[in-house]
């Protein structure tokens, strides 16, 4: 049988700053992207899931921009099909996000080098983390206790883990650590926080908590 420890359930929010780079044209987008940290392009890209919106149209800052300010639909459309969650590193999205802006200014496209309607910042976000007061046994109890809690908390233990500890989001990895075989972790595990609201991710984790839940109780 498993043998759980406590976890404590904390959550996050976002101090933004910016990245020091600007840009007025997809040329300058692309040669920002190059040089921007990679803390810029974490931001673009699942910064979006805690910043509130009345309508997800597109699942990136650079997707938005591309096709609101300057738009380049095709560009943005391949923009918005990047899953940050589907490359083994940011350094990997850069590349991607290139080889999609490279098309546009290597080919000599007017949108490629005109200027936009707006002009787009590239930002970057400090993670703040803050104790919840809420702690939990067993995964049945994190579950309630997470349910209680604002998204933010999905989104610290869950998107924020995968790319702070390189290999899991904590849930799965506490799971993991208590004894609880993989194969029974794998639903949690699967679940994409990148198409869609925080709040949904929170929920999805809440019923993945619970099913494992069911079958280990302390």
């Known amino acids: 049988m498993p043998s759980f420890t406590e976890f404590s359930i904390k959550s996050c929010s976002m101090i933004v700053q910016s990245a ?8 300058e987008l692309r040669d920002g992207v190059e040089a921007v940290p990679p803390q810029s392009l974490i931001y ?23 096709s609101q300010s300057v738009g380049e639909q ?43 309607r707006s002009r787009f910042y590239f930002l970057m976000a400090t993670t ?3 104790q919840t007061g ?35 989001d904590d849930f799965s ?15 949690l595990m699967s679940i994409d926080p990148y198409l869609m609201s925080l709040q949904t991710l929170k929920d999805r984790i809440v019923e993945e908590l619970g099913l494992i839940g069911r079958r280990y109780r302390s």
């Not at 809690?149 to 998107?159: G, L, Q, W």
């Open 74 to 116: 095709a560009s943005a459309e391949r923009l918005d099909a990047l899953n940050p969650s589907y490359f083994p590193s940011i350094e990997d999205l850069r590349e991607a996000i290139l080889d999609v802006l490279d098309e546009p200014v290597t080919s000599g496209a007017f949108l490629g080098w005109a200027m936009a």
């Open 20 to 27: 020091g780079h600007s840009a007025h044209s997809l040329k």
């Open 128 to 130: 703040l983390v803050f």
């Open 134 to 168: 809420l702690s939990a046994k067993d995964p049945s109890e994190l579950a309630d206790k997470l349910s209680l809690c604002h998204p933010a908390s999905a989104f610290y233990h869950f998107v924020d883990a995968r790319l702070r500890t390189g290999c899991g």
């Open 44 to 66: 673009h890209f699942y910064g979006y899931l805690m910043r509130p919106r009345a309508e997800q149209l597109h699942h990136n800052d650079l997707a938005a921009w591309v």
């Open 173 to 187: 990895l506490w799971l993991l650590s208590c004894g609880i075989p993989q194969e029974e972790v794998s639903g």
